[in-house]
């Protein structure tokens, strides 16, 4: 069976998400005395960027909740890096880390599952941008790009919270709004609403750059033998770039986008921020349920145990151990502990 493990709050985008980020140097021109025509290049100044997030998702099939991380430079070729920690009750614990590398137009992808003692890395070549589809969508992104440059941003003020909310066409169904303080030009989050219903919230908070000054590595591939799927014989996951509306994902738009030969001259610096600060959310990994072992196979097996056994009195012994087989040989060796037996505490070395 297949299912899908979400790295990020939501696939779907009419499924509200709430995510608490920490953010690095996001800065946009407030609007002054109702609407205005804003370019978006405040957000441009700092080519380097860290976002940190939580996310917990409800679900009734299969609750989740997680971190990560989502790091940005657009330093000469662009490259962008998302890792996150997700929690499923069949998988367990995973995390998974991301890496678009335009220079080289791969997507890196790592998977390691530490309950089912798996961990591997595939990798995948950008869109080529040739065919009907590609082309199309990029004409519409091309679009949204000179849309957002010239449009005059739609204010909504609240002044309960003292918040003030500029918003501007995104998508037919979704507009993408700037949260900023009243009088302020410092941003404070990212809004995506259908309608009067919001979508998607996402809080922003500033730290200091020289924090992650460190973070230049994960820009490096996030292993040494990635494979393509191809070359894999037992695929943990694989990266959905369709989710499940069949709509364009910000993932799938991101590495057209970045697969131009230039993309800091073909996309302007802050549509390439926005959508890169669109990931979390929009980011599926399908996971596969392994083969199950062939034990047949296994020379020599050994384990640690706990047991408990209960009987009809309702008498309860609890033993633990360990277990060595070798099946060349057809032998094992048990070494347990017992304790609270009829005769006390017991060991055996069988």
């Known amino acids: 069976s297949i299912c899908q493990y979400s790295l990020t709050p939501t696939m779907a985008m009419a499924t509200m998400a709430h995510l608490r980020l920490v953010f690095l140097l996001a800065l946009l ?4 005395d109702g609407a205005k025509t804003d370019t978006l290049a405040e957000m441009a100044k700092e080519p380097y960027m860290h976002i940190g997030y939580e996310y917990q998702l409800h679900r009734a099939t299969m609750p989740r909740s997680g971190e990560g991380d989502l790091w940005m430079n657009y330093e000469g070729q662009p490259k962008i890096s998302l890792q996150g920690v997700a929690q499923s009750p069949k998988f367990g614990k995973g995390t998974i ?3 678009l590398d335009s220079a080289t137009k791969t997507m890196y992808v790592r998977i390691e599952l530490a309950k089912l003692h798996r961990d591997q890395c595939l990798k995948y070549p950008f869109p ?12 519409t992104l091309k679009v949204r790009q000179e849309r957002i440059q010239k449009v005059v941003h739609e204010e909504e003020k609240d002044w309960e919270s003292g918040k003030v909310t500029q918003l501007l066409p995104w998508t037919d169904r979704y507009r993408l709004g700037f949260v900023t303080k009243h009088d302020s030009d410092k941003l ?15 809080d922003f908070i500033e730290r200091d750059a020289s924090e992650a000054a460190s973070d230049r590595k ?6 040494s033998s990635c494979l393509s799927p191809m ?10 770039l369709k989710p499940p509306h069949q709509r364009s994902s910000a993932l799938n738009d991101l590495l057209l986008m970045l697969s131009s030969q230039d993309p800091i001259k073909d996309w302007t610096l802050p549509v390439l921020l926005l959508q890169s600060c669109l990931l979390p959310g929009d980011i599926a990994v399908m996971l596969e349920d392994p083969e199950p072992p062939q034990i047949e196979r296994w020379h020599h097996i050994a384990f640690d145990y706990s047991a408990v056994t209960a009987s009809r009195a309702g008498h309860v012994s609890r033993s633990e151990g360990t277990m060595w087989i070798n099946m060349e ?9 017992a304790k609270n037996t009829k005769v006390g505490e017991l060991h055996i070395d069988l």
């Open 128 to 139: 080529i941008g040739a065919d009907e589809k590609e082309q199309k969508r990029l004409q």
């Open 231 to 240: 070359e894999y014989h037992d695929v943990v996951g694989e990266i959905d």
């Open 218 to 223: 994960v820009f490096q591939p996030p292993s």
């Open 188 to 202: 404070l989050g990212v809004t995506l609403r259908e309608g009067k219903r919001v979508v998607k919230q996402v």
């Open 97 to 99: 880390r991301i890496l």
């Open 329 to 337: 040989k057809r032998a094992f060796r048990l070494n347990g502990n």
């Open 29 to 32: 021109a407030s609007a002054e």
